[in-house]
Protein backbone atom coordinates (compact mmCIF):
# COMPACT_ATOMS: atom_id res chain seq x y z
CA UNK A 1 0.00 0.00 0.00
CA UNK A 2 1.17 3.47 -1.21
CA UNK A 3 1.64 5.67 2.19
CA UNK A 4 1.35 9.06 0.40
CA UNK A 5 0.36 8.83 -3.34
CA UNK A 6 -0.20 11.57 -6.18
CA UNK A 7 -1.97 11.58 -9.02
CA UNK A 8 -0.72 12.16 -12.28
CA UNK A 9 2.68 11.56 -12.24
CA UNK A 10 3.37 13.62 -15.37
CA UNK A 11 1.55 16.20 -16.95
CA UNK A 12 2.07 18.22 -19.75
CA UNK A 13 -0.22 20.99 -20.46
CA UNK A 14 -0.28 24.76 -22.16
CA UNK A 15 0.41 27.76 -21.04
CA UNK A 16 -2.64 29.29 -19.85
CA UNK A 17 -4.53 26.25 -18.64
CA UNK A 18 -5.76 24.98 -15.40
CA UNK A 19 -4.94 22.08 -13.98
CA UNK A 20 -5.15 19.77 -10.66
CA UNK A 21 -2.94 17.74 -8.53
CA UNK A 22 -4.47 15.48 -6.27
CA UNK A 23 -2.62 13.76 -3.16
CA UNK A 24 -3.88 11.12 -0.46
CA UNK A 25 -1.88 9.87 2.29
CA UNK A 26 -3.16 6.29 4.22
CA UNK A 27 -1.13 7.29 7.33
CA UNK A 28 -3.32 9.16 9.38
CA UNK A 29 -1.83 11.94 9.97
CA UNK A 30 -2.99 15.47 10.53
CA UNK A 31 -0.58 17.51 8.56
CA UNK A 32 -0.08 17.57 4.91
CA UNK A 33 2.40 19.98 2.74
CA UNK A 34 3.01 20.74 -0.76
CA UNK A 35 6.48 21.66 -1.61
CA UNK A 36 7.81 22.51 -5.28
CA UNK A 37 11.33 21.27 -6.15
CA UNK A 38 12.71 23.29 -9.33
CA UNK A 39 15.37 21.96 -11.96
CA UNK A 40 18.08 22.41 -9.73
CA UNK A 41 16.90 20.33 -7.08
CA UNK A 42 16.37 23.16 -4.38
CA UNK A 43 12.67 22.15 -2.50
CA UNK A 44 10.90 25.16 -0.88
CA UNK A 45 7.34 24.50 0.69
CA UNK A 46 4.26 26.11 -0.52
CA UNK A 47 1.53 25.41 1.63
CA UNK A 48 0.85 23.23 4.78
CA UNK A 49 -2.61 22.16 6.21
CA UNK A 50 -3.14 20.56 10.06
CA UNK A 51 -6.54 18.79 9.90
CA UNK A 52 -7.94 20.28 7.17
CA UNK A 53 -6.91 23.97 8.03
CA UNK A 54 -4.71 26.38 6.00
CA UNK A 55 -1.42 27.04 8.47
CA UNK A 56 1.58 28.19 6.28
CA UNK A 57 1.14 29.96 2.61
CA UNK A 58 4.67 30.63 1.25
CA UNK A 59 4.19 33.91 -0.96
CA UNK A 60 2.85 31.25 -3.31
CA UNK A 61 0.68 33.29 -6.24
CA UNK A 62 -3.00 33.24 -6.08
CA UNK A 63 -2.98 31.29 -9.12
CA UNK A 64 -2.34 28.29 -6.63
CA UNK A 65 -5.06 26.69 -4.53
CA UNK A 66 -4.73 23.83 -2.18
CA UNK A 67 -8.06 22.44 -1.21
CA UNK A 68 -8.33 19.56 1.64
CA UNK A 69 -11.78 18.31 1.58
CA UNK A 70 -10.63 15.91 4.63
CA UNK A 71 -7.69 15.65 6.57
CA UNK A 72 -6.52 12.43 4.36
CA UNK A 73 -6.22 14.31 1.33
CA UNK A 74 -4.64 17.51 -0.11
CA UNK A 75 -5.14 18.75 -3.92
CA UNK A 76 -3.55 21.31 -5.74
CA UNK A 77 -5.10 23.34 -8.19
CA UNK A 78 -3.25 25.87 -10.77
CA UNK A 79 -5.30 28.46 -12.78
CA UNK A 80 -3.76 30.37 -15.96
CA UNK A 81 -0.54 28.18 -15.84
CA UNK A 82 2.76 29.72 -16.85
CA UNK A 83 6.28 28.20 -18.38
CA UNK A 84 8.09 29.03 -14.52
CA UNK A 85 5.48 27.04 -13.44
CA UNK A 86 7.40 23.77 -14.86
CA UNK A 87 8.58 22.06 -12.01
CA UNK A 88 8.31 18.78 -9.86
CA UNK A 89 5.37 18.74 -6.90
CA UNK A 90 5.69 16.93 -3.75
CA UNK A 91 2.86 15.75 -1.29
CA UNK A 92 3.86 14.67 2.07
CA UNK A 93 2.20 14.04 5.26
CA UNK A 94 3.81 14.32 8.90
CA UNK A 95 2.41 13.57 12.58
CA UNK A 96 2.74 17.23 13.87
CA UNK A 97 6.62 18.10 14.63
CA UNK A 98 7.69 14.63 13.38
CA UNK A 99 9.50 13.39 9.55
CA UNK A 100 7.43 13.95 6.82
CA UNK A 101 6.68 11.12 4.52
CA UNK A 102 6.88 11.80 0.73
CA UNK A 103 4.65 11.08 -2.68
CA UNK A 104 6.63 10.27 -5.82
CA UNK A 105 6.30 13.60 -7.00
CA UNK A 106 4.35 15.03 -9.78
CA UNK A 107 6.47 16.68 -12.91
CA UNK A 108 4.27 19.23 -14.52
CA UNK A 109 5.76 20.86 -17.86
CA UNK A 110 4.46 23.98 -19.33
CA UNK A 111 4.77 24.15 -22.89
CA UNK B 1 13.87 32.51 10.56
CA UNK B 2 14.90 28.55 10.19
CA UNK B 3 17.27 27.69 7.48
CA UNK B 4 19.90 24.88 6.55
CA UNK B 5 23.01 25.41 4.46
CA UNK B 6 24.25 22.31 2.76
CA UNK B 7 27.73 21.58 1.22
CA UNK B 8 27.53 22.31 -2.88
CA UNK B 9 28.03 19.62 -4.92
CA UNK B 10 28.34 17.74 -7.15
CA UNK B 11 30.13 15.07 -5.28
CA UNK B 12 31.81 12.13 -7.31
CA UNK B 13 33.34 9.50 -5.35
CA UNK B 14 34.61 5.77 -6.37
CA UNK B 15 33.30 3.26 -4.87
CA UNK B 16 34.33 2.37 -0.63
CA UNK B 17 35.48 5.68 -0.62
CA UNK B 18 34.27 7.60 2.45
CA UNK B 19 31.82 10.57 2.26
CA UNK B 20 30.94 13.27 4.16
CA UNK B 21 28.08 16.08 3.44
CA UNK B 22 28.35 18.90 5.81
CA UNK B 23 25.04 20.80 6.90
CA UNK B 24 24.55 23.56 9.29
CA UNK B 25 21.36 25.60 10.64
CA UNK B 26 19.82 28.34 12.00
CA UNK B 27 16.67 27.86 14.16
CA UNK B 28 15.51 29.81 16.83
CA UNK B 29 14.36 26.92 19.01
CA UNK B 30 15.68 23.31 19.14
CA UNK B 31 14.72 21.61 16.02
CA UNK B 32 14.85 18.51 15.06
CA UNK B 33 17.54 17.47 11.88
CA UNK B 34 16.98 15.29 9.19
CA UNK B 35 18.79 13.83 6.31
CA UNK B 36 16.72 12.67 3.11
CA UNK B 37 17.82 10.91 0.00
CA UNK B 38 16.35 11.22 -3.55
CA UNK B 39 16.93 8.64 -6.13
CA UNK B 40 16.52 9.19 -9.60
CA UNK B 41 12.96 9.39 -10.68
CA UNK B 42 11.70 8.96 -7.06
CA UNK B 43 10.56 11.35 -4.38
CA UNK B 44 12.54 11.56 -0.93
CA UNK B 45 12.82 9.46 1.38
CA UNK B 46 13.55 9.66 5.18
CA UNK B 47 17.97 9.03 5.82
CA UNK B 48 18.04 9.09 9.70
CA UNK B 49 16.91 11.58 12.05
CA UNK B 50 17.83 13.29 15.59
CA UNK B 51 15.38 15.21 18.05
CA UNK B 52 17.98 16.53 20.50
CA UNK B 53 21.34 17.32 20.74
CA UNK B 54 24.12 14.61 20.79
CA UNK B 55 21.70 12.17 19.24
CA UNK B 56 23.22 9.78 16.64
CA UNK B 57 21.14 9.08 13.72
CA UNK B 58 22.19 6.37 11.52
CA UNK B 59 20.63 3.93 8.91
CA UNK B 60 22.20 1.97 5.74
CA UNK B 61 25.66 3.13 7.07
CA UNK B 62 24.92 6.59 7.00
CA UNK B 63 25.37 8.28 10.53
CA UNK B 64 24.85 12.08 11.88
CA UNK B 65 25.45 13.46 15.25
CA UNK B 66 23.07 16.56 16.36
CA UNK B 67 26.01 18.86 17.31
CA UNK B 68 24.07 22.12 19.04
CA UNK B 69 27.22 23.92 19.98
CA UNK B 70 28.42 24.15 16.62
CA UNK B 71 24.86 23.72 15.21
CA UNK B 72 25.98 20.94 12.88
CA UNK B 73 24.24 17.58 11.51
CA UNK B 74 26.51 16.55 8.78
CA UNK B 75 26.35 13.13 7.03
CA UNK B 76 28.92 10.45 7.05
CA UNK B 77 29.43 6.83 5.04
CA UNK B 78 32.81 5.26 5.84
CA UNK B 79 32.57 3.18 2.66
CA UNK B 80 30.24 4.13 -0.22
CA UNK B 81 28.95 1.99 -3.35
CA UNK B 82 26.88 2.90 -6.72
CA UNK B 83 23.62 2.48 -4.84
CA UNK B 84 24.25 5.86 -2.78
CA UNK B 85 24.09 7.67 -5.92
CA UNK B 86 21.75 9.77 -5.27
CA UNK B 87 20.33 13.65 -3.83
CA UNK B 88 20.78 14.42 -0.46
CA UNK B 89 18.98 16.87 1.70
CA UNK B 90 19.59 18.00 5.14
CA UNK B 91 16.29 19.31 6.70
CA UNK B 92 15.12 20.71 10.45
CA UNK B 93 12.13 21.65 11.72
CA UNK B 94 11.42 23.49 14.49
CA UNK B 95 7.56 24.08 14.38
CA UNK B 96 5.00 21.42 13.62
CA UNK B 97 3.88 22.36 10.14
CA UNK B 98 7.00 22.88 8.73
CA UNK B 99 10.39 21.30 7.12
CA UNK B 100 13.09 23.64 6.17
CA UNK B 101 15.53 22.00 3.29
CA UNK B 102 18.74 22.81 2.34
CA UNK B 103 20.40 22.94 -1.53
CA UNK B 104 20.63 18.95 -1.73
CA UNK B 105 23.91 17.55 -2.68
CA UNK B 106 24.32 15.54 -5.69
CA UNK B 107 26.39 12.29 -4.85
CA UNK B 108 27.68 10.06 -7.97
CA UNK B 109 29.47 6.59 -7.02
CA UNK B 110 32.00 5.09 -9.91
CA UNK B 111 32.65 1.77 -9.48
Known amino acids: DTAVSQTPKYLVTQMGNDKSIKCEQNLGHDTMYWYKQDSKKFLKIMFS???????INETVPNRFSPKSPDKAHLNLHINSLELGDSAVYFC??????????FGQGTRLTVV | GDSVTQMEGPVTLSEEACLTINCTYTATGYPSLFWYVQYPGEGLQLLLK?????DKGSNKGFEATYRKETTSFHLEKGSVQVSDSAVYFCALSDSDYKLSFGAGTTVTVRA
Open chain 1, 92 to 101: ASSPAGREAF
Open chain 1, 49 to 55: YNNKELI
Open chain 2, 50 to 54: ATKAD
